[in-house]
Structure formats: C-alpha cells, structure tokens
C-alpha cells in the first residue's frame, strides 16, 4: 500500500510540474505590451500604448518610426497569419502542411500572381514613400522574427522562421484580389447547362441582369464538361486556410441626413470566418499624420481607415475580371494552339514544389494569350480541351502599394480618387466621408467590353478572337457617385445603374440587402450613431416575406399534419426577422433547401447542385424562378410519363421540411428556434485537429442574423441540423464625424492571433450581441486605459 502512495504521489507531482511548466511557457509567449525593447532601425523613441482591447496607439516622430513599431507589433500578434497569408499565392504552404496541400499550391503557383508581384516590384519608385514606409514595417516585422517569440503553431508544425519582403506583400494582395473573383465559380455551371439542355433552361437565371432591380445609383461627377473547374476551385477556397472575401455591406449619411449635421459612415466587410480575424487595427501618430486603420496581416497600409478628416472603406464591386477560353490545340502538336493569326506555341513554364515530409514536385505549365491553362493545374478537364484563365490582375499594370499608401494618406477628396483610379483590380466599393461633408463612392478596377453578342457568363472561344476584349474603359467610366442629391450612398455587392447605356457584367449578389438598406435610409432625416449601430445589426429580410407569400399561395393544404399546419401559421405571421428566438427562419431556410434540391438536383446531379449552392445565381434566382410558374425546371427529367407542377413541387418540399425538423428538432414546433441550428465557430487552421481544437478555436456561439440581411452570417444549405455559420462581418464599424473621438468598432474575436493574449477573444461577445467598442482618438483617454511599450533606437 505505502508503494502504491509513493507511487501515486510521483506520478502527482509529476503532473503538478507539467502544469506549471505548461504555465510558464504559456506566459512567456505572451505577447509583450508594457515595458522596453530596442529596435536598431528607429531614429527616436517611439511609444505604443496598448488599450484595453489590445489595438496599439503608435506615437512616433516621423513617419518611417511608427512603421517599424507597426511592423513589430502587427508581428507578435499575428506572425502565424501573416505566414499563411505570404505562403498562398506563390504555393507554398505544402511546405508545412506536406501533401495535403498540394492541390491549392499547384492551382495558385500557376495563377501567375507571383510573377506579377515581381514585374510590378521592378517598376516601383524606390524613393517614393509607400516603398520606403513599406521597407520599414517590413524591417519591424523582420526584427520581432530576429529576437521576438516564435508562436506555437511554428513549433507545432516545424517551420522554419524567414524574413518578410516586399514580394510577401505583393503575393498577399494579389491572393485576396483572387479571392474576389467570381467568374470561375459560375460560369462552367452555366456552360454545362447551356450545353446540356439549351438557353431555355437559362432563362429563370437572371445572366442578363434582370434580377437585379435594387441597382446603386450612380451620379457623375458536350461537349466538354467545364464544372470541373468551379467545383476544383470552390473547393480550394473553402479548404484554404486563410479565407476568401465574399461581399460586404457600407454607406455614408450627408449631412442633410443626420441628427448632428455631420457625416455618418458605416462599413462591414463579408468575409470567411477565421481564428485569428481578418483585420488588425492600429492607430498611427507623427507630427504630421495620424490614421486608425485596419490591416491586413502583412500589409503595410489599411484597406479600411479614419481620422478626424475623412473615413474610407470597401464593399466588393463583383464585377467581371475573369474570363475563361476554350483554346484549341494544332492537331499534329500539342505544344501549339490556335489564334486569329495561326497556330502559335504555348508559353512553357516549369515550377517547382516543395512538399514537406517527401519529395519535390514539378509542376509544369503552358500559358497562352489569354493566361495559364487550367487543365494543368486542376483536377477533371479533358487534358486535350485546354481552358485558359484570363484575368485583369495579371494582366494589367498592378500599382496596388501606391493605390492603399494614397487611400491612407489623402489630405484631399480629389487626392483619393487618384488612389482609387490605380487599383485595376480587384473589383471594389471604395466608400469614402469627411468632416467637409462630402459622402462618395467609386467602384475600381479596369473595366472593359467584348463584341455585343459576347455572353461572359460561358466559356469563350479562344482561337477565334471573336470573344476577346475589344475595349478597355477609362476610369472615368467607372460608376461612382458624389455628393448625390438624395444624400447618401450605399452598396451591398449589388449591381450598378448603366453608365451610358451600358450595363456592367458581373456577379452581383440579390437585391435582398441594397433594398432592406435603401428602405432605411431613405424615409429617415435624422440619424445619429446609435442609430446606424442598430442598423448594421439589422437581421430582417426585405424579400424573404414575399417569397413566403409565393410558396404559401402554391401549396396544397389538404394533407397537412398537426405540425405542418403549425409551421404555416408560424411563417404566416413571420416577418423577415432572424433573431436567435425566432422559429420563423428554422423553417423557412429548411423549406427553401429541399424547393431548391426538388427543383434543380434532379437536373444538374448530386455534385453539380452542391456547386450551385455556392453560387450567386442560387441566392439571385429563389425569389423569380419561384414566381415562374410555367419554368421548365418544375419537371423532374426523372420520372417518367409525369411532368411535376409547382404546386407539386414545392407541397413537397414543405412537407419534407417539417419531417426534416422534426427528426432534427423534435416534435414541438415553439422549440424550433433559430438559435439551436445557427451557429458560429471560428476556426484555427491546427483547431482541425481534435485534440488541439479547444485551445485553437473560439465557439460554437448561437447567432442572429442570416443569409443576405445586413448582419450577414451566411452559411451553406444543407440538410444537417445545423447552419454553421461560414462568415459575415469581419468588423463593424461606424464613424460619426460630430463626436470623431468616439467612433465605434468591432472585430469577431479579438485583436491577437496569440491564444494566450488577453485579446484572442475579448470582442466575441460584443460582436456576437451587436455591441461595439471605442476606436479611442484622444491622447489622454488612450493614456488612461492602456499599457505602455517603448521602442527605444539600439
């Protein structure tokens, strides 16, 4: 017995001496808020006041000091992201990730994004400040990698620690630039089923524009089967452990509007969820300078940003900068394709990937006119049917640094719009306010024309020239809109007014948002702060009511169970809302996924249906197609002898829907309430593993809000119990111009991407009930509240 106690009592002591061991090296990675540290590049000690949210308040003489401190500060909080972030476009994450990232590393290395970055990185004005600001919040970032803490997942997974340039920049631009895009996730799904069953089929579609009657106003001043590659594609973003943008909410009150007589700005970028969060804040102060900006892991200047002379943020413009052509190859050799000109060879290009664990793959390429062929960097296409990505980033003069150096450090409203005008992609709603009153916004990118008869929502031609680009448009062709009389602006990823009679192309998301928004703004006269805070929280749906009219009107009622008359009654009196309480959006989400999966699957098959969920024209098409009765996707082509009717159809689809919930949920219809099925959990890329995953990830958390409302927290239809919540608002921010120093924002999470930081997930709660924090401006308050760390010159 005394063994077993001595026994017991090592084995005790040995955990107690783990644990605290555990908790000292917890502690020592921390990151360092308060206290000294030399850095050899700074001229004059600069001091960095951490407030009580963990965003850094940089007090520096000159500008070149603050953005070492930047840099350093951006690092020991978020030195694991910005590692990602650098390794994705040039395809090198199967470096540390091995094998099970070889299929993103193949796809974007071939893209062409690095050697863009490189061309661009030549022609850079080396003199110029956003190259030599850049070199310093490079040299703070490359410092705290020299002497600083080496995160956890660097240790977990083996890397090895390297120095940041000014290409990692480049090469993160452009990834989130291809996050934008969104032609190659649609247009193969439109080619197979115009190939498959004819233009009729498109109709319900919308691929004209038809759909989208909440446009932004502007005011001057088999064949092959191409699906392959959306689903490839789709599939590389999903799994990409840094997430793609998807759309975004903004717009700016005049004067004339508010309570206070100043400008109100409110901005919410959509974006996939992730832990830690897409943006960094940080508040910048010289002499002749301050901003509040939000950054991107490893970027020098914000693409979101205030001070007390103006603010500035994005929407995404979802305009078409990608086109894919169907090349055709010499016959007698595969190394030669077909132009307008006669057979020309392809250029030829090898790669070399480097794979952790194993050895190195080569990747080679062939490029044509248009861009890289697809069929050599992703799964599923006919190698002798070669498809080419053309698409504007690569293409066009890339002046990224100097665009976001501009929009950061604009004394002008004329100045900004110059920034904005460099910017050739991606496609973006630059919102922009000042305390003169002025309110504006501009879409960039290089837009351009093809021939009328041209469709780009297909695969083109490529050997014929027909389908090329026929024009390149001036910016000042770009829509925009300023000081317009109606004395707002807005956009939420919908499509702009024409602009001398001509429509933009793109893929504009449904009207659902613009309208709940332009329904706000326009009645009201006297906004204040609180009140716009409340309006980008705002879960109600402008359109999910009418189509509940529409599926009402069409069922049957005659068979209805004791639940399912219940659940009529229930969305009967429901009114758009999307609160955690509400039963409403639990049934009607279900009921919308089996109406899509009766009317569209039997068509499209199984993996081709999943393609189109995560489509725009699947959230475009739910309201018209449904008003349609004689459309020819009613019919299931698999059955025989019988032609289904919308009545049929979607009395189906209900009934299906409240089996569905009650397997799911019960059989009480008053406990099917929003909160049990959506959910949100943010993700660490090492939270996958099962035994890492509570000290990575934060949640799961019931949430409001839903597809297509303001508080956008979308997700994915499906039958499972839940709706995990993908992403939506990857910070909230609202900007009142009369009371600047009480501007108010909010991350998803927290500031830091360390998890023993106070800061890893301070803001959950906040975000998650609609609150909000300070963007604090004044020195002394900022003092008050904060820590302090002193860079002093070695």
């Known amino acids: 017995m005394g063994k077993i106690k001595k026994v017991l009592l090592v084995l005790f002591s040995i955990v107690i001496l783990l644990s605290v061991a555990l908790i000292a090296y917890g502690f020592y990675l921390k990151p360092k808020y308060e206290g000294e540290v030399e850095l050899k590049n700074i001229q004059n000690k600069t001091t960095v006041y951490f407030d009580e949210f963990g965003v850094p308040h940089i007090y520096a003489d000159n500008s070149k ?58 022609t850079l004005d080396k003199n110029s400040p956003s190259y030599q600001l850049t070199l310093a919040y490079l040299d703070g970032i490359n410092q705290y990698i020299e002497e600083g803490k080496t995160p956890v997942e660097f240790q977990l997974i083996g890397i090895k620690k390297e120095k940041f340039t000014i290409k990692d920049v480049y090469n993160i631009f452009g990834y989130m630039s291809f996050s934008f895009a969104m032609a190659q996730k649609s247009d193969p799904l439109l080619t197979d089923i115009r190939n498959k069953y004819g233009m009729e089929y498109l109709k319900d579609f919308g691929i004209d524009g038809s759909f989208n009657t909440t446009r932004i106003r502007n005011a001057k001043q088999q064949p092959q089967e191409y699906v392959a590659i959306a689903k490839s594609i789709a599939s590389l973003l999903e799994q990409s452990p840094i997430p793609p943008f998807v759309g975004s909410n903004s717009w700016v009150i005049a004067p004339e509007k508010t309570k206070n ?92 990937i480097k794979v952790k664990d194993t050895s190195d793959v080569v990747l080679n390429l062939k490029v044509s006119r248009h861009g890289p062929i697809m069929n050599d960097l992703i799964e599923g296409l006919n190698v002798d049917k070669p498809v080419a990505l053309s698409w504007i980033y690569t293409q066009q003069p890339i002046q990224i640094l100097d665009a976001v150096y501009i929009l950061s450090h604009s004394k002008k409203m004329e100045d900004f719009q110059r920034g904005v005008s460099l910017i050739a992609a991606p496609g973006l709603n630059v919102m922009y306010g000042d305390a003169n009153g002025n309110v504006a916004w501009w879409a960039t990118g290089k837009l351009y024309k093809h021939n009328t008869d041209v469709n780009t929502n297909f ?83 402008s359109v999910a009511t009418d189509v509940v009219r529409n599926l009402l009107s069409e069922v049957d009622y005659k068979t209805f169970s004791k639940n399912e008359k219940e659940a009529l009654t229930v969305l009967k009196s429901w009114n758009g809302s999307n609160n955690i309480e509400d039963i409403g959006p639990t049934i009607y989400n279900k009921w919308i996924y089996l109406y899509l999966k009766n009317t569209f699957e039997d068509e499209m098959g199984e993996a081709n249906f999943k393609q189109f969920l995560g489509t725009h024209i699947m959230k475009q098409i739910i309201a018209k197609q449904m008003a349609n009765k004689e459309s020819l996707w009613w019919d299931n082509v698999e059955t025989k002898n019988k032609k289904e009717t919308r009545n049929q159809i979607l009395t189906m689809s209900f009934k299906q829907a409240i089996h ?32 890492l995953k509570p000290f990575f990830n934060l949640g799961p958390f019931e949430v409001s809000g839903s597809n297509e409302v303001i508080n956008n927290l979308f997700f994915d239809y499906t039958n499972d119990r839940s709706y995990i919540v993908k992403g939506g608002p990857s910070t909230r921010r609202v900007i009142d111009f009369s009371d600047i120093e009480n501007s108010w924002s909010v991350l998803p999470t927290g500031q830091s991407g360390n998890q023993m930081s106070a800061h890893y997930s301070d803001q959950a709660v906040l975000y998650n009930s609609g609150k909000f924090r300070k963007m604090k401006l004044n020195k002394q308050e900022i003092i008050k509240t904060s820590t302090k760390l002193i860079f002093l010159p070695h």
């Open 459 to 541: 695969i083109l031609n490529g050997a014929s020239g027909e389908d090329d680009i026929k024009e390149y448009l001036d910016f000042s062709k770009n829509p925009s809109a300023v000081n317009p009389k109606w004395n707002y602006v807005y956009s939420a990823n919908n499509q702009p007014e024409p602009i001398d009679g001509y429509l933009y192309p793109g893929y504009y998301l449904p009207e659902d948002r613009a309208k709940r928004i332009d329904q706000l703004l326009a009645p009201k006269s006297n906004w204040d702060k609180e009140a716009v805070s409340k309006m980008i929280f705002d879960n109600r749906s």
């Open 65 to 122: 000091d603050a953005m070492e401190a930047l840099g350093y500060v951006h690092a020991q909080d978020r030195l694991w992201q910005m590692e990602l972030m650098r390794r994705i476009a040039p395809g090198r994450l199967s470096e540390i990730f091995g094998s099970v990232a070889l299929k993103n590393d193949k796809f974007f290395a071939g893209l062409g994004i690095e050697e863009a970055s490189e061309k661009a990185i030549a």
């Open 660 to 691: 569905s919930l009650e397997d799911q949920l019960g059989n009480l219809v008053t406990a099917w309430t929003w909160s049990k099925v959506h959910t949100v959990e943010h993700q660490h890329p090492l939270g996958k593993i099962a035994v």
């Open 261 to 352: 007589g100043k400008v109100i700005f409110a901005n919410d970028p959509h974006i996939g969820f992730s832990q830690p969060g897409t943006w960094y804040e940080a508040h910048l102060v010289t002499p002749d300078f301050e901003l509040y900006g939000s950054y991107l892991a490893g970027t020098p200047f914000p693409l979101l940003g205030h001070n007390r002379e103006y603010a500035y943020g994005l929407t995404m413009f979802e305009n078409d900068d990608i086109d894919l052509y169907q090349e055709e190859n010499d016959p007698s050799n595969a190394k030669k394709y077909k132009t307008p000109t006669g057979f020309k060879e392809y250029q030829q290009i090898q790669k070399i």
